[in-house]
């Protein structure tokens, strides 16, 4: 069964600084589009960037020059870096490869003062 692990998270106040990791255990990860998706506190899972093959990347816009995703095909890791976090990046955060079912068990992410 392909599993995809998620790493980090946790606690910051805001302008703080946190790096996901997703670790991918299928095959032919280097043909894989990837993505960053989260769920807010009451609110629906939204998308938050997403990484192509050839590592094109595109973010939602409130992310936009704070947030950088990135890939290693070496070791079949998505990353999620995020910094100058604000409180309203509070969620559980999701890696997943697009148009499967394939997701990441979520890590939560919180800023706070």
């Known amino acids: 069964q392909v599993q995809f692990v998620e790493s980090g998270g946790g606690t910051v106040q805001p302008g703080g600084s946190l790096r996901l990791s997703c670790k991918y255990s299928g095959s032919d990860f280097s043909g894989l589009k990837l993505a960053w998706y989260r769920r807010p506190p009451g609110n629906k899972r939204e998308s938050v960037a997403t990484?192509?093959?050839?590592?094109?990347?595109n973010y939602r816009p409130s992310v936009q020059g704070r947030f950088t995703i990135s890939r290693d095909n070496a070791e079949n890791m998505v990353y999620l870096q995020m910094d100058n976090l604000k409180p309203e990046d509070t969620a559980v955060y999701f890696c997943?490869?697009?148009?499967?079912?394939?997701w990441g068990q979520g890590t939560q992410v919180t800023v706070s003062p």
């Open positions: 997943h490869v697009e148009w499967t079912d394939i």
């Open positions: 990484i192509a093959k050839g590592g094109g990347a």
